[in-house]
């Protein structure tokens, strides 16, 4: 799936907002992931541009002292008010910055969480996501949050959620929660199974995270394959 495949504009069933975390430490990298190369710009640049290119706002929230990278005009970014309080801490000031800039009255957005470790979204991926979102007439089943699911594990930091779920999250946080999956499976969450994804996102790019160096080697490797499968084909 090439790069200028991905750049088509997608349907997205409600208004999408994008939140990037990228204030980790990146020990097991041993540098800042946010300026790790990808498709030729830095790691956090090449996500935001993406998003950008989908039309789609992006919030970051970053370290106290980060240096980043030049981002598209599209583009807001805060900083941690609890330096390395972790992912979980993270995920709810985003959710909140962006609940609390939403204009009264507004349609309600759907904010696709993420990583700037994980730049290989997949626009028909996150839209048939978003397609789970039950009717807003069905009775009892009003989720704040799709998190996809295998069988080893849930994705809460590639999942939508609205923003009023960061009331709940806050007040288990407040309690001393900060297990992300746990803060997550309190919410009203309608669970995708993964493989449910792969007609949209065959080899699930859209859940590639970055972690470790042999992480960046493999993944280099697999979209260096991706792209040159790409230009063979007719």
Not at 162 to 180: F, I, N, Y
Request: proline share 9%; glycine share 6%; net charge neutral.
């Amino acid at each position: 799936m090439s790069l200028s495949h991905e750049m088509s504009q997608p349907s997205w069933a409600f208004p999408v907002t994008a939140l990037i975390l990228c204030g980790g430490r990146g020990r097991r990298m041993g540098r800042d992931k946010a300026w790790l190369p990808w498709r030729d710009r830095p790691m956090l640049q090449h996500l935001a541009r993406r998003f950008e290119l989908w039309k789609v706002p992006v919030h970051i929230v970053a370290q106290v002292d980060q240096r980043l990278p030049e981002l598209p005009s599209n583009t807001t970014v805060s900083r941690d008010r609890r330096p390395h309080g972790g992912p979980a801490l993270g995920l709810i000031q985003g959710l909140e910055e962006i609940r609390d800039a939403t204009k009264p009255l507004a349609a309600p957005s759907w904010i696709w969480a993420t990583s700037c470790d994980s730049p290989e979204p997949v626009a028909g991926c996150l839209a048939a996501i978003l397609d789970r979102v039950p009717p807003t007439h069905a009775a009892n089943d009003h989720p704040l949050a799709i998190v996809p699911r295998d069988e080893h594990r849930s994705y809460p930091l590639n999942a939508f959620y609205q923003g009023s779920a960061a009331s709940m999250m806050r007040a288990l946080a407040d309690d001393g929660e900060l297990r992300l999956r746990t803060l997550v499976s309190r919410l009203p969450t309608r669970w995708v199974e993964l493989e449910e994804l792969r007609g949209f996102d065959p080899r699930l790019r859209t859940f590639w995270n970055i972690n470790a160096p042999e992480d960046y080697q493999r993944y280099q490797q697999e979209l260096a394959i991706e792209e040159e499968r790409s230009q063979e084909s007719p």
